[in-house]
């Protein structure tokens, strides 16, 4: 599986992107509580990006995907809209990732935007 959306950098879409992270969570097997830790560390996580690293006036654009690979689910979070170009990836704290919801998670600076990777191992299928 994999999906794709960008939206303005604006809590607004907050529960949009947290009811989408949930479903396709789901969809890939993880059983509903599981599903709800994981979206809300991406609501989270969402949440402190804009609080602390959005541009004045609110502009910017938060690109969210979403993958399955082999083993791992991923979110990939990618911020463009911080105060300043030259600040670095470190300096926008992504929120709290809930114990246990994510198994990694990478904080880095990619082409001028701030970007998040978190992954969970798949649930066992069967």
Not at 2 to 17: A, H, K, M, Q
Not at 47 to 61: C, K, V, Y
Not at 78 to 99: L, T
Request: proline fraction near 6%; aromatic fraction near 6%; glycine fraction near 12%.
């Amino acid at each position: 599986m994999w999906f794709s959306l960008s939206v303005p950098g604006s809590s607004r879409y907050l529960e949009t992107i947290h009811d989408l992270v949930a479903r396709l969570a789901q969809q890939s097997g993880y059983p509903r509580p599981d599903a709800s830790a994981i979206a809300a560390s991406v609501r989270d996580s969402v949440t402190g990006a804009l609080d602390r690293g959005a541009a004045p006036g609110g502009e910017g654009t938060l690109s969210l995907g979403l993958a399955t690979h082999d083993t791992t689910f991923e979110v990939t979070l990618r911020f463009n809209g911080r105060s300043s170009a030259a600040e670095s990836a470190a300096v926008i704290p992504w929120g709290h990732v809930r114990p246990g919801a994510m198994d990694r998670v990478d904080v880095i600076e990619e082409g001028g935007a701030c970007v998040c990777r978190m992954s969970k191992a798949l649930p066992p299928q069967g």
